[in-house]
């Protein structure tokens, strides 16, 4: 089966300007995960989404970020403005069922500037 | 919340050694104890897993112990190969309620061969 599909892979952008990442999960996988993981760490979760409902996102920096998941399916992850600090690999992970085994993405680098 | 301590950051063998990767968690309602491995430009991938109601768990050349009383689990790689050259995340979380898996900073193994 194809694995969880993410674009761009790199995007490089300058502090305060907006960037979209996007996510295709497995398919039939109700659970969606984005986690920021900057170099040298393990991944920080960001938001989880059951079908196209928010389950957490109390790490996520609602000032700036924010993510939708329409139709329970594809995801957005979106910066606004973006940060010097924001330099980081934004992974999405998909799983078949809740609190279930995760399968990543190759992941999103970006780099501000 | 759950923080995740990982040990070695780096950890160098020949071809053939074994290698053992530590980690420590403080959140004793965690009960979900999963392994991943990354490799350059990758996202991780979930190599083995064990849930606390398990003393150990074996995946070929892989190995998982857990020690509950004492907080921590290790991942046991036999008989070294080049291609297992990668970072290796340890992680711990919870499968009841609110499921946030909090990641160890991970450890680059290096197999010489």
């Known amino acids: 089966e194809a694995g969880v599909a993410q674009s761009p892979r790199y995007k490089i952008i300058e502090k305060r300007q907006s960037v979209a990442f996007w996510c295709n999960p497995i398919s039939g996988h109700a659970t969606l995960y984005w986690y920021q993981q900057i170099l040298g760490q393990g991944p920080k979760l960001l938001i989880q989404?059951?079908?196209?409902?928010?389950?957490?996102d109390s790490q996520l920096p609602k000032d700036r970020f924010s993510a939708e998941r329409l139709k329970g399916v594809d995801s957005t992850l979106k910066i606004q403005p973006a940060k010097l600090e924001d330099s980081a690999v934004y992974l999405c992970?998909?799983?078949?069922?809740?609190?279930?085994?995760?399968?990543f993405g190759p992941g999103t680098r970006l780099t501000v500037t | 919340g759950e923080n995740v301590e990982q040990h070695p950051s780096t950890l160098s063998v020949q071809e053939g050694d074994s290698a053992v990767i530590k980690c420590t968690y403080s959140?004793?309602?965690?009960?979900?104890f999963p392994w991943y491995k990354q490799e350059l430009g990758k996202g991780p991938q979930l190599i083995i897993d064990?849930?606390?109601?398990?003393g150990e768990k074996k995946d070929q050349r892989i190995a998982v112990t857990l020690n509950k009383t004492a907080k921590h689990f290790s991942l046991h790689i036999t008989e070294t190969q080049p291609e297992d050259s990668a970072v290796y995340f340890c992680?711990?979380?919870?499968?009841?309620?609110?499921?946030?898996?909090?990641f160890g900073r991970g450890t680059s193994l290096i197999v010489h061969p």
């Open positions: 992680a711990a979380s919870m499968t009841g309620g609110s499921y946030i898996p909090t």
């Open positions: 064990i849930r606390s109601n398990v």
């Open positions: 989404f059951q079908n196209n409902g928010v389950v957490d």
């Open positions: 992970a998909s799983s078949p069922r809740f609190l279930g085994e995760q399968y």
């Open positions: 959140d004793s309602a965690s009960n979900y």
